[in-house]
């Protein structure tokens, strides 16, 4: 549940969708005159235009999302070239910073799961060695980045696969070592 007072009522914000439907004026003449910005107004249309007048009302509840619609979204995003913005219309994201938070903790090797309460759980991937690591990396490879065959392949999560590969293609397969709990002094110099 939001703290915080929104500013714009709602029949503000209906004013502000309607004119920006009907196409009066520019949403960044609207935005100036509202005083706030485009990407605001362009999220109360998405809202509208999904929900209509009870899209626009301030939120009281968390908003749930399953997993399979973050993995989705995330991977229509970063696989079929679609925007932030065309991202969250099509899979009615409430904002871009929503799905924009998704998209990294999946970059980064951290999964996705549903949300509940506001948090977002994280899904760890099993334990494995150096030299599964590097077979794992060349699988993955070898049938042209296929991230899900590898993990499915291999019983590990598609971030960790996605993260040795792009650790492999940059600097060879020493930095697929875990290298956790060692000291500075036992670490290979691996920038010679």
């Not at 991977?75 to 929503?98: A, D, M, P």
């Not at 998209?103 to 759980?121: A, F, L």
Request: proline fraction near 1%.
């Amino acid at each position: 549940m939001s703290k915080r007072a929104t500013r714009h009522e709602l029949e503000e914000r209906i004013q502000v969708v309607r004119q920006v439907l009907d196409k009066r004026r520019s949403i960044s003449t609207i935005a100036r005159e509202h005083e706030t910005n485009a990407d605001t107004i362009k999220r109360w249309v998405r809202q509208y235009q999904a929900d209509g007048v009870d899209g626009l009302k301030e939120s009281r509840n968390w908003r749930p999302y399953s997993a399979e619609l973050k993995q989705q979204a995330v991977e229509f995003y970063l696989y079929k070239g679609g925007s932030l913005e065309s991202t969250c219309n099509q899979f009615h994201i409430s904002s871009r910073s929503v799905l924009q938070r998704w998209i990294n903790h999946y970059t980064s090797g951290k999964g996705i799961t549903s949300t509940s309460k506001g948090s977002v759980k994280m899904s760890g991937g099993r334990k494995t060695t150096f030299k599964e690591r590097i077979e794992i990396v060349q699988y993955a490879i070898a049938n042209d980045s296929n991230y899900h065959q590898a993990a499915e392949k291999y019983k590990v999560s598609y971030q960790q696969v996605y993260n040795w590969v792009r650790k492999y293609q940059k600097d060879g397969e020493q930095t697929l070592q875990d290298r956790r709990g060692k000291t500075l002094e036992t670490k290979p110099n691996l920038y010679h």
